[in-house]
C-alpha cells in the first residue's frame, strides 16, 4: 500500500468521521429541547428507559451524546443509574440505524449533497434551513469519506498480507482485539463499521466469518469513549461509563458462549442474504437487539457491578443547562 492510498485512506476516515459530527450536531440543533425532555422522562422502567436512548441515538446519530445526556440526569437526581443504564442499552440498539445508512448507494450523490448543504448553511439566513444543511453536508461528507476509504483499498483485493491478516482474524480473540483497537483509537463504532463496508466494497473482505469477530470487538472499543470522558468526572459518571463497559463485555462474552456451543451466528445470518455487506448490518442489529433483550432485565445487577467498582462518597452536582438552542 503506498503513502498515497495511506493517505487518502486516512482523507477518507477524517471525512467519515467529520460527516457523522455534521450530521449529529445538525440533528441535535434540529430537535433542541425535546430531545433531552425525552431523556428526562425516564422513569425507573427498564424498557421505556431502552426505547428512549434508541430512539434518541437513531434521531442524533450518536449513542456518546444520549449516554452523556443520561449522565447529567442521573447528575441532577432526575434519574436513577438503573435508568441511565437503559438508556446506554438502548443506544446501542439506536446507533445500528447508523450501519444500515452505509448499505445505501448514495455514494454518487455525495458532491450534490455537499453542495447544497454548503448553500443551505453559507447563504440561507433562516437557522432551521441551516440546522437541515449542516445535516445534508455531513451526510454527503460521510458518503464522499466512504468513497475515499474504499478507492484507497482496493490495491489491497489480492494482496496476501491481507488475505492472511483476516484469516487470521477468523480466530476469536485476535478478531476481537483488532476490533477493539481500531475503535478505541478512531473513538467511533460506526466508522468502524464503514472501514470494513469500504474492504467488502472492494472484495478485499468476502466472507462474514472475516469479519463477526472484528464486529464483537468494535462493541467493547465503543466503551473506550465513555471512559475517557469520565476521567476526572464525578462518581455517578465514572459508574455510568463503567457500566457501560460492563454491558458491552457481557454482550461479547453472551456471543462467544453461543460459538462454544456451536451456535455458528455467521452462518445463520448468511441464510438471510447473500450480501455481505447487508449481512454485516444484520449481524450488527442482531447482536444488538440479543444482548438487550437478555441484559436489560438485568440492569440492576449491571449497576451493582458499577458501585463495586467506582466506591466513594456521593457528591453534590449542580448541573448547569447549556443548551445553545436558545
Known amino acids: 500500500m503506498t503513502a498515497f492510498r495511506i493517505f487518502e485512506l486516512l482523507g477518507g476516515l477524517g471525512l467519515f468521521i467529520y460527516g457523522m459530527k455534521l450530521m ?3 440533528l441535535k440543533r434540529i430537535a433542541g ?7 428526562g422522562r425516564v422513569t425507573n422502567n427498564k424498557w421505556t428507559g431502552a426505547a428512549v436512548g434508541a430512539i434518541v441515538t437513531a434521531l442524533i446519530q450518536s449513542s456518546t451524546a444520549a449516554i452523556v445526556m443520561a449522565v447529567g440526569f442521573v447528575n441532577s437526581g432526575l434519574m ?3 435508568g441511565a443504564v437503559a438508556v446506554i442499552i438502548g443506544a446501542n440498539v439506536g446507533t445500528t440505524l447508523s450501519t444500515m445508512l452505509l448499505t445505501f448507494n448514495i455514494k454518487p450523490y455525495a458532491p450534490l449533497l455537499i453542495f447544497i448543504g454548503v448553500v443551505l448553511v453559507l447563504f440561507i439566513q433562516q437557522k432551521k434551513l441551516n440546522r437541515i444543511g449542516l445535516f445534508i453536508l455531513g451526510f454527503g461528507l460521510l458518503f464522499l469519506g466512504l468513497t475515499l476509504m474504499s478507492d484507497s483499498m482496493r490495491p489491497l483485493k489480492d494482496a496476501p498480507y491481507m488475505i492472511e491478516l483476516f484469516e487470521y482474524a477468523r480466530t476469536p480473540w ?4 483488532v476490533g477493539f483497537l481500531v475503535t478505541a483509537v478512531i473513538q467511533s463504532s460506526t466508522a468502524t463499521i464503514g472501514i470494513i463496508i469500504s474492504m467488502i466494497a472492494v472484495g478485499v473482505i468476502t466472507d462474514l466469518h472475516q469479519a463477526i469477530f472484528i464486529l464483537y470487538g468494535l462493541n467493547l ?5 465513555p471512559l475517557i470522558a469520565a476521567i476526572g468526572a464525578n462518581k455517578a459518571a465514572k459508574q455510568t461509563a463503567i457500566a457501560n463497559l460492563v454491558f458491552n463485555t457481557l454482550g461479547v462474552l453472551i456471543f462467544i458462549v453461543l460459538m462454544l456451543l456451536r451456535f455458528d451466528f455467521a452462518g445463520f445470518i448468511q441464510l438471510l442474504t447473500s450480501d455481505v455487506e447487508y449481512q454485516l448490518v444484520y449481524a450488527h442489529m ?13 440492569a440492576s445487577y449491571i449497576v451493582k457491578i458499577a458501585k463495586f467498582i467506582v466506591r466513594g462518597e456521593d457528591e453534590e452536582i449542580d448541573l448547569e443547562d447549556d443548551d445553545d438552542d436558545e
Do not use: A, C, W, Y
Open 80 to 82: 436513577s443509574l438503573v
Open 221 to 225: 472499543g465503543g466503551s473506550i469513549t
Open 33 to 39: 429541547k425535546r430531545l433531552k425532555e425525552l431523556v
Open 174 to 177: 485476535i478478531g476481537i482485539l
Open 24 to 26: 449529529s450536531d445538525g
Open 286 to 298: 442482531i447482536f444488538n437487539v440479543v444482548i438487550m433483550i437478555v441484559l436489560l432485565p438485568l
